[in-house]
């Protein structure tokens, strides 16, 4: 898949009627705190990204191909990196770059940039 084929993954969710809430019981750790952060993607319209701390887990729900996908913390030499299936969505200060692996390494990511927090 080209770079065009990719550009269509990240997108913003329509509204829905029904939503579902998902509890994750982490007995340790001492306090959960949410960002809700807006970006402005290439070419596409702005999405919306929680990003959700609870101890030393990091999470980001982050709207790909309509969906929302739960990415996960994991190691980054610099910035946060998050990872859900074939997916990276890794920040650096306010700009964030959504990587599809199954594009391969020499494949450009999209690249959003920080246009608001709530």
């Known amino acids: 898949m080209n770079r065009s084929c990719l550009t269509g993954l990240l997108c913003s969710l329509p509204t829905i009627c029904v939503a579902a809430d998902v509890v994750i019981r982490l007995p340790q750790a001492p306090s959960v705190r949410m960002d809700i952060v807006t970006y402005a993607c290439q ?10 701390t609870a101890g030393s887990n990091a999470l980001a729900v982050v709207p790909v191909s309509g969906e929302a996908l739960v990415f996960a913390g994991v190691l980054s030499g610099s910035g946060a990196r998050y990872a859900a299936g074939p997916y990276f969505w890794w920040t650096k200060g306010t700009s ?14 999209i690249g959003c940039q920080e246009v608001g927090r709530v």
Do not use: C
């Open 43 to 52: 070419g596409l319209p702005q999405i919306r990204v929680e990003y959700i």
């Open 96 to 109: 964030a770059d959504l990587y599809d692996q199954r594009q391969g390494d020499s494949a450009k990511p």
